[in-house]
């Protein structure tokens, strides 16, 4: 049994790129520094004094902040190249940190959360154009699996490790982000140098124009739109839920945090070798459609068992298969979608999917919460969740009414040497 495991892991991780691998550990080293955001909310109210209305309209500035960025990443990715951006975005990203942690007023947060979700969100476009070009189709899949991996181990360690630092000191919670921040560029810089032929190359589109803009794909577009619903529901988690334990089922910082990085347990022991059983058996539509519906059941369940410690890690399990279904074959549907010349089209409205959300999630759960109640907004969330599902189970359909277009093969004469293409 044992045996059979430990082969499961290395068919699983086998093949994949030795510059993904790096790829990965740099993000890893970045995401076990971020602290500061899943305690962002807790901060503002309990450290700074904001209200709930004030600290909804901080995060929706570094959403906004995070959609100009996301755009902004995306065009550079194309233009100078993926590595570029994200060594000056990750950079730039540990030094705004040290500068938020100074912030104290209320214009003045706000104007600095802005700048970090401008920089901050530059990285991750550009992070997907070079996974998409270090990676072939052979191995892609698991290849963006595997920089979810470094990400959730990364989450596994930073908020269970921001715990344990924001009851003792949020000055240092936010040192430490800024520190593993910079960390990462260096070492991005030191092992990720660009090639001669590769990473800065701009790709042009071809003559015929076909397929060129990623915005002009209707549906795409309608992708996103979907994407966007998810992703409200998802951020729940990082804005709305660790308020709910706070204050509801009076969990401490230190508890909230272990459970949070449970999640980024979860994945790591086992996405990818779902990923890896499930690639090719059936659509992305199809896993996106279950992972939705299980993403709607993790906030509804609050509604169905008491407020005590052990609800928030039933919450975080349903809300990891969710994920695990969800985000891997969302990433496939898009990279099969762009070329080489707008993978950072791509990539920025992928990206500005989840910006979008970061605005739409504590600002609709603040306000839903506050004139409604939790256990209502639970509810509404599972809604959201439910429309989510019926358009990705229209897009299931729609592939597969649509035919495949039949190419005529070309007779060849008997005793004929067919030529070369």
């Known amino acids: 049994m044992f045996d059979k495991t430990i082969s499961l892991y290395k068919s699983a991780y086998g093949g994949i790129p030795r510059k993904i691998w790096l790829l990965a550990t740099v993000l890893l080293i970045n995401r076990a520094g971020a602290m500061v955001i899943p305690f962002l909310t807790l901060y503002l109210t309990l450290q700074l004094h904001f209200t709930l209305e004030q600290a909804g309209i901080v995060m929706t500035v570094y959403g906004v902040g995070s959609i100009s960025g996301a755009l902004l990443g995306g065009k550079l990715s194309d233009s100078i190249g993926f590595h570029k951006v994200q060594f000056w975005s990750l950079l730039l990203h540990g030094l705004m940190f040290i500068v938020l942690g100074q912030m104290d007023t209320f214009p003045q947060f706000?104007?600095?959360?802005?700048?970090?979700?401008?920089?901050?969100?530059?990285?991750?476009?550009?992070?997907?154009?070079?996974?998409?070009h270090y990676s072939?189709?052979?191995?892609?899949?698991?290849?963006?699996?595997?920089?979810?991996?470094?990400?959730?181990?990364?989450?596994?360690?930073?908020?269970?490790?921001?715990?344990?630092?924001?009851?003792?000191s949020y000055d240092i919670l936010f040192f430490a982000d800024a520190m593993s921040c910079i960390t990462a560029a260096?070492?991005?810089?030191?092992?990720?140098?660009?090639?001669?032929?590769?990473?800065?190359?701009?790709?042009?589109a071809p003559e015929t124009g076909s397929s060129s803009s990623a915005y002009r794909d209707k549906l795409y577009l309608f992708f996103i739109l979907l994407v966007t619903l998810n992703a409200i529901c998802l951020f729940q988690m990082f804005n709305i839920v660790p308020v709910y334990l706070k204050t509801i089922?009076?969990?401490?910082?230190?508890?909230?945090?272990?459970?949070i990085s449970f999640n980024g347990v979860i994945i790591a022991l086992v996405?990818?070798?779902?990923?890896?059983?499930?690639?090719?058996?059936?659509?992305?539509?199809?896993?996106?459609?279950?992972?939705?519906i299980f993403m709607g059941l993790a906030y509804i369940v609050f509604n169905f068992v008491p407020p005590v410690a052990a609800v928030a890690f039933?919450?975080?399990?349903?809300?990891?298969?969710?994920?695990?279904?969800?985000i891997p074959f969302m990433n496939n549907f898009w990279i099969n979608r762009a070329q080489a010349h707008n993978r950072g089209q791509y990539a920025a409205l992928y990206t500005v999917a989840f910006s979008a959300a970061t605005i739409?999630?504590?600002?609709?759960?603040?306000?839903?919460?506050?004139?409604f109640g939790f256990g209502k907004w639970w509810y509404a969330v599972g809604g959201i969740s439910f429309l989510a599902f019926i358009?990705?189970?229209?897009?299931?359909?729609?592939?597969?009414?649509?035919?495949?277009?039949?190419?005529?093969?070309?007779?060849?004469?008997?005793?004929?040497?067919?030529?070369?293409?």
């Open 186 to 204: 260096t070492l991005l810089k030191i092992y990720l140098r660009p090639g001669k032929t590769m990473e800065n190359i701009v790709h042009k």
């Open 271 to 292: 996405e990818m070798i779902l990923v890896y059983k499930l690639e090719n058996r059936r659509s992305n539509e199809f896993y996106i459609c279950i992972g939705v």
């Open 391 to 421: 358009g990705f189970y229209w897009m299931m359909i729609r592939k597969k009414e649509v035919k495949p277009v039949e190419i005529p093969v070309p007779v060849v004469p008997e005793g004929a040497v067919p030529q070369e293409a």
């Open 136 to 168: 072939d189709p052979s191995n892609r899949l698991r290849s963006y699996s595997l920089i979810r991996l470094a990400s959730n181990l990364g989450w596994a360690v930073g908020p269970a490790m921001g715990g344990i630092l924001a009851s003792i």
């Open 110 to 132: 706000a104007a600095a959360v802005f700048v970090l979700g401008v920089v901050g969100d530059a990285f991750r476009p550009a992070n997907y154009a070079a996974v998409a």
């Open 314 to 326: 039933i919450h975080i399990i349903l809300f990891s298969i969710a994920e695990m279904l969800t």
């Open 249 to 259: 089922v009076h969990m401490p910082e230190n508890l909230i945090g272990l459970a």
């Open 360 to 371: 739409l999630a504590p600002t609709l759960g603040f306000w839903g919460v506050e004139h």
